[in-house]
């Protein structure tokens, strides 16, 4: 499948409030590219989850918020980590979308060496 922002709002739907346009454009290309087909049958996962990743930093970045420290999905609760005061490394652990596609990634390609 050529994945499109449409297969990634229906796979994470809090990610539709972000209008198609520029920021999805360039998610994208940037997801399919580094993904490319080294992930096998979870490669279109593996993209939705890098788009996500980093739409979801463009949001933050846009409302002055930092990395995601916790999440609640219906009644289901998550809370991360924060990083420390000042560090700029918090990379793909910076969204749970992030996190997802690093476990992809090591059951295909091991360690990844990606900045965001």
């Known amino acids: 499948m050529d994945v499109q922002r449409q297969q990634v709002v229906e796979a994470f739907p809090d990610l539709d409030a972000v209008p198609a346009g520029p920021q ?9 590219t580094i993904v490319g087909d080294r992930f096998g049958e979870d490669s279109d996962m593996a993209v939705m989850l890098y788009t996500a990743h980093l739409i979801q930093l463009g949001r933050g970045a846009a409302s002055g918020r930092g990395a995601v420290t916790s999440e609640t999905v219906g009644s289901v609760s998550r809370t991360y980590a924060s990083p420390e005061a000042g560090s700029s490394g918090v990379g793909l ?3 749970s979308y992030g996190a ?13 060496l990606l900045s965001t």
């Open 24 to 32: 999805w454009a360039f998610a994208l290309r940037r997801a399919k």
């Open 93 to 95: 652990r910076g969204t």
């Open 100 to 112: 997802q596609f690093l476990s992809i990634a090591g059951m295909h390609t091991g360690p990844l």
